[in-house]
Nanobody, 120 residues
Framework: QVQLVESGGGLVQAGGSLRLSCAASGRTFSSYVGWFRQAPGKEREFVASIAWTDGATYYVPSVEGRFTISRDGTENTVYLQMNRLRPEDTAVYYC??????????????WGQGTQVTVSS
């Protein structure tokens, strides 16, 4: 079974940048690796995902052009580079791996989450 560990969260001012990392151990990722986020009082939502084999990427419209998801096969790690952060990006960010690019209900393996806080 794959274990996922996120890192890289923190506190940043609006307009700043953070890079999140998701490292897999035990086994490699499934077909897709996704980043999801949950803000206080809101449901968890899809942010971005990447196909582990060919690198195809998918984004929610609100982050397109600001966030970039990438993978490193040698390190078994997926990254989420977040630029031009906004206060509404504040959330706990989770990485997960599963068979489809966007449907979080299909993702069986999840990390513990990392907090991202964007101050105005």
């Amino acid at each position: 079974q794959v274990q996922l560990v996120e890192s890289g969260g923190g506190l940043v001012q609006a307009g700043g940048s953070l890079r999140l990392s998701c490292a897999a151990s035990g086994r490699t990722f499934s077909s897709y690796v996704g980043w999801f986020r949950q803000a206080p009082g809101k449901e968890r939502e899809f942010v971005a995902s990447i196909a582990w084999t060919d690198g195809a990427t998918y984004y929610v419209p609100s982050v397109e052009g600001r966030f970039t998801i990438s993978r490193d096969g040698t390190e078994n790690t997926v990254y989420l580079q977040m630029n031009r952060l906004r206060p509404e990006d504040t959330a706990v960010y989770y990485c997960a791996t599963g068979p489809y690019p966007r449907h979080q209900s299909s993702y069986a393996h999840w990390g513990q989450g990392t907090q991202v806080t964007v101050s105005s």
